[in-house]
């Protein structure tokens, strides 16, 4: 199942933003493929963060989320295998044993079917951006 994607602006004002990276990935890699993918819009903006369990003691993502108080939710592989998703990633199949993690990630947080940026790629960083709905928030 494909979720629609609304390329339009504006984006809302709570996001669900999905993220996927690289062991190692520094919190200022990560600020700069966030801040390319919202485009105009602030960290202010970001209602969760959000991306696979095996990135709980990612060193850079942590530090990215503390350094803007956004809170991080995790999805096991089963959690993202269920949930929808366009972007297809040989490095995820490969490492993961998931499709993809920043789209299906993004949708599972933000409790939305709908993308409203899908996949960017910046320095190894992947992002993808979902209306945030409903309930959400940290921890799972």
């Given amino acids: 199942m494909n979720p629609a994607i609304d390329r339009a602006p504006p984006l809302p004002s709570k996001l669900a933003v999905g993220i996927g990276c690289r062991r190692g990935t520094s919190a200022d890699a990560i600020e700069r493929a966030v801040q390319a993918a919202l485009g ?44 929808p ?13 998931v499709d993809g993690v920043c789209e299906p990630c993004a949708l599972l947080a933000g409790n939305s079917a709908t993308l409203i940026v899908p996949k960017t790629i910046d320095s190894g960083v992947t992002v993808a951006i979902a209306a945030a709905r409903g309930a959400f928030g940290s921890g799972a």
């Fill in 40 to 83: 105009p819009h602030a960290f202010g903006d970001i209602a969760v963060m959000a991306t696979i369990d095996t990135k709980r003691a990612e060193a850079g993502l942590l530090a990215f989320c503390t350094r803007h108080h956004l809170p991080l939710r995790f999805f096991s592989g089963a959690e993202i295998a269920q949930a």
């Fill in 85 to 97: 998703h366009t972007a297809r990633s040989h490095h995820a199949r490969k490492h993961l044993n």
